[in-house]
């Protein structure tokens, strides 16, 4: 359950289509989400865009996070690119290095640094300028890699305009099977190595060798987590009640823009350790971004589970707002989430809402990112 914590906190796809659409500018950066969302100032540094459709439509000169069903970029970026989607598609040039995850993805565009792209489909049709490692069912170069590139996957083709200038890693399912022209690299620069994961639904693995695990076992993990967030839940609403009573009326009264909060304050932490680690000096400083945005997303989960908690408690009950009403509150609410994630893919969509829901009622609070989040 940790680990799915941990990539909540890298991705959230789906928390910002359940907020209204907003926009906020902090310096010179830019946070949209919404339904659909396109960014078309000029003269933007960074830009951290979310929502079903998402749209880059005009160029920056840093970096950009962006996130949804349908992602497009079709204007230049100076720095760097982290998208993920159902379908994302590079039309604009990437000066940095691009990183990129969807069902298919398309890179139409060059990308000066290196490329990382996870998906079931994936078709490289533009230059890239470092190193290219790709993880997808299928597969298609038709252009060149200056450096070394990785590939694992069951299809691969090359098109006319396909050259590997370093060395080629191919991981198969049976090695030998596919097929290198050596025009595209020399034999002497490929090494084959043995795929030891089955793959499952294309992009998505699972250890070849192995028991599964059961559903009984996946639920123990589920449900001791479950108890650890609502023990901590419980003794932060005896501890300090008038706060965490405040917390869950705000989560209450306004769900969807304490969504849009968390996010909005996430996003701020995690992209200020990329920004700061442009610096020899700031670079020290990037583990400490990282941590306080981990640290702000437990914290929200254990919020956002009280407040569930705290509804349901007081919509089927009525309790008085004792300790026995706050213990009860915490360790329903936990449990509640983590039940909640056992749903196969849409129980994490509504977990993740939970804690972005929660991080956002704690980023209202805290003085750096208060300004944003209102």
Same mark, same amino acid.
């Given at each position: 359950?940790? %680990? ?70 079709? !204007? ?9 989607? /159902? ?18 993805? $398309? ?17 490289? $049709? ?35 305009? #396909?050259?590997?200038?370093? $060395? *080629? ?7 030998? $099977? ?15 190595? %043995? ?9 998505? /693995? ?5 028991? %599964? ?28 009640? %008038? ?33 700061? !680690?442009?610096?020899?000096? &700031? ?7 990282? *941590? ?11 919020? &956002? #589970? ?12 009525? *309790? ?15 449990? *509640? ?38």
């Amino acid at each position: 359950m940790l %680990k799915n914590l941990l990539v909540i906190l890298s991705l959230m796809l789906a928390a910002p289509a359940l907020a209204q659409d907003e926009e906020a500018v902090l310096g010179n950066d830019v946070y949209k989400a919404g339904q659909s969302v396109r960014m078309g100032e000029d003269g933007r540094d960074d830009a951290f865009l979310a929502g079903e459709g998402v749209r880059l439509a005009a160029p920056i000169t840093g970096n950009a996070h962006m996130a949804g069903r349908w992602v497009d970029i079709a !204007a230049d970026l100076g720095g760097s690119l982290y998208a993920a989607g /159902q379908r994302v598609r590079i039309e604009g040039a990437v000066a940095g290095d691009a990183a990129v995850a969807g069902y298919t993805i $398309t890179v139409d565009a060059p990308v000066g640094g290196d490329l990382r792209a996870f998906g079931s489909e994936v078709s490289v $049709t533009a230059p890239i300028g470092e190193s290219m490692i790709l993880n997808s069912e299928i597969v298609e170069l038709d252009a060149p890699v200056a450096g070394d590139a990785v590939i694992s996957t069951r299809e691969l083709t090359f098109g006319p305009g #396909a050259r590997i200038d370093g $060395t *080629l890693t191919l991981y198969e399912e049976e090695v030998g $099977t596919l097929l290198v022209p050596e025009e595209v690299v020399p034999a002497e620069r490929i090494t084959r190595v %043995k795929l030891r994961f089955k793959r499952v639904s294309g992009a998505f /693995q699972h250890p070849g060798g192995g028991d %599964k695990r059961s559903f009984a076992d996946e639920a123990a993990d589920y449900l001791t987590w479950g108890v650890i967030i609502g023990l901590i839940a419980a003794l932060a609403a005896l501890i300090a009640p %008038k706060a965490m009573g405040g917390f869950a009326e705000d989560l209450a009264a306004r769900p969807f823009r304490n969504v849009l909060s968390g996010f909005l304050g996430l996003s701020v932490l995690l992209g200020g350790g990329v920004l700061v !680690a442009l610096t020899l000096i &700031g670079a020290l400083l990037t583990p400490f971004f990282w *941590l306080a945005a981990l640290a702000l997303g437990l914290a929200g989960l254990v919020v &956002g #589970a009280y407040g569930l908690g705290a509804t349901v408690i007081g919509a089927a009950f009525s *309790l008085p707002k004792s300790w026995i009403f706050r213990v009860l509150a915490g360790f329903v609410g936990a449990m *509640l989430t983590a039940v909640i994630g056992l749903v196969p893919f849409l129980g994490w969509i509504v977990v993740m809402a939970i804690l972005t829901a929660g991080a956002g009622v704690l980023s209202k609070r805290l003085p750096i990112l208060s300004r944003l989040a209102d």
